[in-house]
């Protein structure tokens, strides 16, 4: 073997890597467990205490490089929602809205009407927007002009009236990818605040949605708030650190009482006399440290203070709120009164908005906490002081006065700075609050947070200004952002939705976990059983080290691991079996032949490569099409069937030669085939192509039946491609599927679709699936509980709150829009497979007859698969949906399939160059006899596999490992006696044609 020290030195490196990578799971789980103890089922205890080791260190690699426990949560292997438990949003944001609000909300007939149209069309249509409104506009009125509707005073710079249509549609895409690109910041802070574990927010490659992954949320309601609220932005005027501080020592004093009073209240009398003992004997330190605090050195009063917990109690605000001064203990100048950890900043809003810590500020003061971080870690946050100097309470300027923002530089081109524009109205307001706060900051506010605080150096006045002082021009693009969120408000709303309770997630994780199990140990017992315990112990070494490979690689990618992730891992299993199977059949054809060990190993390897790599690559490019047409947990299932199939490559193929050198250099026997199984299925002389017609009369008729039951039963299809809401609820009792239809369809006006789906209940509706309001999805659960409620199926007492959280197990919703793009891109995704597949047949073996007979294959497999759906829908006792699982699990049986023909092609076209003599069909018929052993082997064994996940894998992904063995088995005879005979007629007729025209 070439390149073995080479070879041996990578999966050192690798396995390396993989273990590097795979132990910060390990640290995070130690964590978890800790936290998990000291909580003793108290979860907000456990929450606390993983808050507040996120800046602590918790992994010291090697004394290299230390990690706190955030750097180690990023750094594990993702879980998906399914096995988690969270929500899967994906958001549109309203272009409708900002092209209105760009237009000043005209009223032109042709401009709405358009609009309308644009929407309507945007249903049925992958276009953008923008786009979808010309071409709506144009057909509309061919004569019209956009820029008179869009000649407003806060595009003058930009529109006149002669500028053309095509002129003003790219400025309002523009326009509109900045709004967009701002609604995701925004998104993107808020979610930065809501405090989620390993949150995933990605622009999708569809204009204007977003996609928000928030693992172990349950709060969905406020979820829902928090993502689909338009941005609110303010300018406030700010009061003086100097201003504030007095007050602040009034607050800690009143603090300290109240907290001696709780203890007196409701410890015991022994508590309270100890307080009282300990307050006297420290009387005269405590003394000097408030006189040291009224100074201003707060650092060196917390120096001078030997013990913390006396300093807690004695100053319970600034023990949490660090002063702003200097180390000198001078106030700083400026609005900001302290900062604090993140963990605290709640605890300091209790404080102060508490009536009778409140009533000592003034009433013109408010608190607002910086969005951004004191620190590049982000556990420090300033806390700065508002003034509110209008009678209502509100901000005297809002965003809406905003006309334009844009990242810009100073007079030197050096430094980034904003450059900000604001209408005449606004103008005057701002005329009049620089004026009087020369010297001072004001503060802009987006989501109640400050997003900066410029100081004024002079009056403005017309409404033109920069604030400069900014750290990046990053900074500065992102103010600029928020500043132009006024102008244009981009709501996003909700139009497809996942979520899975916590309960769901650990019943998915327990299934997850115990079908790999058993479908590991299966496999295993197969290679040992089947292959002798030589052959059999080195493939097993190598799946082990495969499995390593694949979790390692996914931990070092930040890939997220989902349901139907494993899925792809434990399929990923059955089928690198089948390299093993391939490199041992022609292993034991060579020594058959009389070569020796030795010989026969590197001649056997030599050999199979091809079927190897054919086989595999095919089934390659099929993960790649899922991944790039699929999301969510398609996107899963093909991130770990393309690791999967690169890492099963190199262990079987490098992994095993490694072991059987060494085991040839120990000089031990090497056995390739266990005595039961030496004989199996060898010497086999079926005539295949002889009972081809007999084949495609039984094929014939199965696809007839399956077409028969799509014009008569229809299919399934689930809410992705039908569109609505979806949820598995659990009852606490045994309910009838028609009694919940019966209850549900007084509220929502018509039955909804009830089946059963494990030992729950499945609930689909449609029910105002095409309403947008901002409350809907809320409002939709109500109804669901109030009808379940009605009918005596739920307790009375039960709130939404607890309904979501202990009934509803988990929900999907699909806008008509989004179902109508992922048929789209199932149809797209399929077909670009079949295309593929036939490209790469007719690139490697040179004949168009193999592709067609592989495609001919491949859809007759398709239909068969799609037709026992039909026929078995609501007959067997799990869903049999048409879905995105679905259409992943026929790419997989399409991967699968295609691997099985090309390994039987390939030993054709070397039976054929080694037999060029011998009749094509009996060439045919050999090597098709030669490969059952092969065959058999990995479809088995695949198989034995996908039957543990079937039984063991949960009720979630019941019907995608369905589709998958009903394509094995399929897919393993249409190999045989489909592609095959296909690609054999059609070369039979092209040569007897090209013979006629030869005569």
Known sequence: M???????????????????????????????????????????????????????????FLGLKKYTYKDVQELEINLGLDLKGGMNVTLQVEVQDIIRAMSNNSDDKTFNEALALATKNQQNSTKDYVTLFGEAFEELDPNARLASIFNTLELRDQVNFNTTNAEVLKIIEEQTKAAIANAFNIIRTRIDRFGVAQPNIQNLQTSGRILVELPGVKDQNRVRS?????ANLEFWETYENQEVYQYMLQANERIKEMQVLETEKSGT????????????????????????????????????????AAFREQFPLFALLNPSTDQTGQLYPGPVVGMAAAKDTSKINSYLHNPQIRSIFPRDMRFAWTAKSADEAGNFYRLIALKVTTRDGKAPLDGGVITDARQDFDQFGTNPEVAMQMNAEGAKVWQRMTKENVGKSIAIVLDGYVRSFPNVNQEIAGGRSSISGLESIEEAQDLANVLKSGKMPAPARIIQEDIVGPSLGQKAINSGLLSFVIA???????????YSKNAGLAANIALVANMFFIFGILASLGAVLTLPGIAGIVLTIGMSVDANVLIYERIQEEMRAGKGVKLAITDGYKNAYSAIIDGQVTTLLTGVVLYLFGSGPIKGFA??????????????????????????????????????????????KIKFLEKRRMFYVISGVFILISIGSFFVRGLDYGIDFKGGRSYIVEFQKDVEVGEVRAALADVFGAAPEVKTSGNDIKITTDYKID??????????????????????LIDQSVTLEEFTQEYQQSSQKVGPTISDDIRNDAAIAIGFSLIIIFLYILVRFRDWQYGLGAVAALAHDSLIVLGIFSLLAGVLPFSLEIDQAFIAAILTVVGYSINDTVVVFDRIREYIGLHPKRDRVENVDAALNSTLRRTFSTSLSTFVVLLAIFLFGGATIRGFTFALLVGVVVGTYSSLFIATPIAHDTRSRVAKVVAKRKK
């Open 771 to 792: 309403d947008h309001s901002e409350n809907i999805d809320n409002e939709v659960e109500a109804l669901l509980m109030q009808g379940l409620k009605d009918a005596d």
């Open 226 to 230: 928090l993502l689909q609220g338009t």
């Open 639 to 684: 991130t770990t069937l393309i690791i999967g199939i690169l890492t099963s490559l190199f262990s079987a193929i490098f992994i095993t030669r490694l072991i059987f050198e060494w085991q040839l250099k120990k000089g031990g026997r090497i056995l390739f085939a266990s005595t039961a199984t030496e004989g199996w299925l060898r010497n086999m």
């Open 269 to 308: 009398e022994a508590a309270a006399d100890t307080t009282a003992t300990e307050a006297t004997a420290d009387e005269s330190e405590e003394n000097s440290l408030l006189s040291e605090l009224e100074a201003g050195a707060a650092d060196d009063t917390t120096a001078s203070v030997d013990n913390l």
């Open 520 to 530: 590991f140990a299966l496999v295993l017992v197969y290679m040992l059983f089947f």
């Open 2 to 60: 070439q390149n073995k020290g080479a070879i041996l030195t990578f999966a050192i490196l690798l396995a390396a890597v993989c273990l590097y990578q795979l132990s910060f799971t390990w640290v995070s789980n130690g964590v978890k467990d800790d936290a998990i103890e000291y909580a003793q089922g108290d979860e907000m205890k456990e929450f606390q205490y993983l808050d507040s080791m996120k800046s602590e260190v918790v992994y010291n």
